[in-house]
T-cell receptor, first 115, second 111 residues
C-alpha cells in the first residue's frame, strides 16, 4: 500500500526558532499534499494544500508567513514553522493524494513542542 | 453548525460487543465517505471508503451511508481490545480532494 513518511517524528525547540518538517511519499507520486494540525483530543484541522511546483493554498486563519510550505517534487513537501511559539505546539500530520485515486494517505505525524 | 458532527465519546464496550459509530453532515455535496482509525500519537489509518449511499463490508467492519438522512455509520463486530482507538469519519465532495473530518470518537474495548 501507499506509504507516507514524516521526519522528524518528534521535535522540541526553544521559542523563536524555526522548525522544518518533511513529508515524503515513498512508493508513489503525490500530485497534492496536505498539512493538518491536531490539538489533543481534537480532530484534524486542514492548514494548507500544496501542489507540486506551485504555491500552497492556505485555509482561512492560517498564517502563510508563519507556516511556510514547499512542494518541490512529487514525493516531498516541507512545512517550516517559523519563529515558533508555545501555542504552535501541536501534532502536525501530512497526507498525500494522487490524481489516480480518491484517497489521502497519511503520514505518522510530527509532535512539535515549543518551550 | 459544523459541517460534520461526531460524538467524541469516550465510548467504552466489553470485548466481543458490536460497536456502532456515527456521523451526521450538512453538506449535500459530499460524495465520498471514509472512516479512519487513529491510535494515540499516530497518523490516521484508512479503514473504510465508500462512494455515495449503500453498505460496504470488510471483515469485522461494515460502513453504511444514508445520503437521504446525511448519516453515516461504522459497525465493528466482535470488538477486540486492539480496536481501542479514535475513529474519525471524513468526507469529500465529488471532484474535490479536500477531506472534512469529524471530531473523532474515542473507543475503548475492555477485557
Amino acid at each position: 500500500g501507499a506509504v507516507v513518511s514524516q521526519h522528524p517524528s518528534r521535535v522540541i525547540c526553544k521559542s523563536g526558532t524555526s522548525v522544518k518538517i518533511e513529508c515524503r511519499s515513498l512508493d508513489f507520486q503525490a500530485t497534492t499534499m496536505f498539512w493538518y494540525r491536531q490539538f489533543p483530543k481534537q480532530s484534524l484541522m486542514l492548514m494548507a494544500t500544496s501542489n507540486e511546483g506551485s504555491k500552497a493554498t492556505y485555509e482561512q486563519g492560517v498564517e502563510k508567513d508563519k507556516f511556510l510550505i514547499n512542494h518541490a517534487s512529487l514525493t516531498l513537501s516541507t512545512l517550516t514553522v517559523t519563529s515558533a511559539h508555545p501555542e504552535d505546539s501541536s501534532f502536525y500530520i501530512c497526507s498525500a493524494w494522487t490524481s489516480g485515486g480518491n484517497e489521502q494517505f497519511f503520514g505518522p505525524g510530527t509532535r512539535l513542542t515549543v518551550l | 453548525q459544523k459541517e460534520v458532527e461526531q460524538d467524541p465519546g469516550p465510548l467504552s464496550v466489553p470485548e466481543g460487543a458490536i460497536v456502532s459509530l456515527n456521523c451526521t453532515y450538512s453538506n449535500s455535496a459530499f460524495q465520498y465517505f471514509m472512516w479512519y482509525r487513529q491510535y494515540s500519537r499516530k497518523g490516521p489509518e484508512l479503514l473504510m471508503y465508500t462512494y455515495s449511499s449503500g453498505n460496504k463490508e470488510d471483515g469485522r467492519f461494515t460502513a453504511q451511508v444514508d445520503k437521504s438522512s446525511k448519516y453515516i455509520s461504522l459497525f465493528i463486530r466482535d470488538s477486540q481490545p486492539s480496536d481501542s482507538a479514535t475513529y474519525l469519519c471524513a468526507m469529500m465532495t465529488g471532484g474535490g480532494n479536500k477531506l472534512t473530518f469529524g471530531t473523532g470518537t474515542q473507543l475503548k474495548v475492555e477485557l
